[in-house]
């Protein structure tokens, strides 16, 4: 039998090892998220996670079921005044604008190409759609790959006049390193262009192609001069699938196959994918990022043309989704050049 004293100690021992090793887990977490504040979000963040990777929790997640979604346009990188990708696609027109004389009178592009972006846009949804076409089709899709790598070597923001992938949140880059050194999958889920979005996701956030979801436009096969050895996917002109509001659940579930167990994005158009996530078994986690610092940033919710956040904001109030306040919350917004 083994003496009383002897048992009182081994469960000394493991007690101040239990606390030892809450206490390495915190170092780390505030190591890894050094650009959060010290506020409640970052505190339900680690909880959440040490919770759901801790074999003796009840939130328990197995490392395969830890799917982690995230919208990009607003929630890994900034999107005013204008969506970055349709940044690109305006100066796709003006270089191709000489192969296209009838360009000079046909709207949106005559107003693109007399620098009248108000104008060129008033026709809302259809003349983004005519702009996008026209500049993201004719072809491969290796073409387009380079293309917009090399846009992004070049181009600056209009108003801070960094690279655009200078602008991506540096406290959301911390997350996601967190997330994966903790043995979750992260995924982007968004809106914007699936083929645009590849072309710099490994790079700026460590995501890899396959695990990049987005709307994406129809192409086709064929082969070059009808030899096998030199097949190509060209890029058509017409929109194959939009992956915004009901959208995302629908290419979760078809690309995925499984249910997230955390889901981050920014405005309106991400809420069907938090409600998809949150009303999963178990765990779930669902983040808002809301853009109240319009010194370091923008400002901008339910008046606002990009990234409106409405209707989603109110449901985060009334199922306790998680709100970044980015202002209080984050003591860094991007990179530091």
Do not use: C
């Given at each position: 039998m083994r003496p009383k004293h002897a048992t009182a100690l081994l469960v000394l021992l493991a007690l101040l090892t239990g606390l030892s090793g809450c206490a390495n887990s915190r170092a780390a977490?505030?190591?890894?998220?050094?650009?959060?504040?010290?506020t409640p979000t970052r505190a339900a963040i680690t909880s959440f996670v040490e919770r759901a990777t801790d074999p003796g929790s009840a939130d328990y997640v197995p490392p395969a079921e830890r799917i982690a979604v995230f919208d990009n346009d607003?929630?890994?990188?900034?999107?005013?005044?204008?969506?970055f990708q349709l940044a690109f696609a305006i100066d796709?027109?003006?270089?191709?604008?000489?192969?296209?004389?009838?360009?000079?009178?046909?709207?949106?592009?005559?107003?693109?190409?007399?620098?009248?972006?108000?104008?060129?846009?008033?026709?809302?949804d259809k003349?983004?759609?005519?702009?996008?076409?026209?500049?993201?089709s004719g072809m491969t899709t290796d073409e387009f790959n380079q293309?917009?790598?090399?846009?992004?070597?070049?181009?600056?923001h209009p108003?801070?006049?960094?690279?655009?992938?200078?602008?991506?949140?540096?406290?959301?880059?911390?997350?996601?390193?967190?997330?994966r050194a903790n043995g979750f999958k992260t995924f982007i889920v968004s809106g914007g262009g699936v083929e645009f979005m590849r072309a710099f996701a490994e790079e700026v956030y460590g995501i890899p192609p396959e695990q990049v979801i987005g709307s994406r436009g129809k192409t086709t096969f064929s082969l070059v001069n009808n030899d096998p050895?030199?097949?190509?996917?060209?890029?058509?002109?017409?929109?194959?699938?939009?992956?915004?509001?009901?959208?995302?659940?629908?290419?979760?579930?078809?690309?995925?196959?499984?249910r997230p167990i955390l889901a981050a994005g920014n405005s309106d158009g991400d809420q069907q994918m938090l409600q998809w996530t949150a009303a999963g078994l178990g765990p779930r986690f669902c983040l808002l990022i809301h853009h109240t610092d319009a010194?370091?940033?923008?400002?901008?919710?339910r008046d606002s043309q990009i990234g409106r956040l409405d209707k989603a904001i109110d449901e985060a109030d009334m199922r306790h989704w998680i709100v970044i306040d980015m202002k209080r919350d984050w003591n860094q917004i991007f990179p530091k050049p």
């Open positions: 977490s505030r190591s890894m998220l050094a650009s959060w504040s010290e607003g929630t890994l990188w900034a999107e005013q005044p204008i969506y796709r027109v003006k270089a191709l604008a000489p192969q296209h004389p009838e360009w000079q009178t046909t709207e949106p592009f005559a107003s693109i190409l007399k620098g009248d972006l108000k104008s060129a846009l008033a026709g809302g003349a983004i759609l005519q702009i996008v076409g026209a500049s993201h293309v917009v790598k090399e846009w992004m070597k070049t181009a600056r108003t801070l006049n960094r690279p655009y992938t200078d602008l991506v949140y540096q406290p959301m880059l911390e997350l996601l390193a967190y997330l050895a030199r097949p190509v996917l060209a890029k058509l002109p017409d929109i194959d699938f939009i992956d915004d509001g009901p959208g995302k659940p629908v290419a979760i579930n078809a690309i995925i196959g499984r010194e370091r940033e923008w400002a901008y919710d």
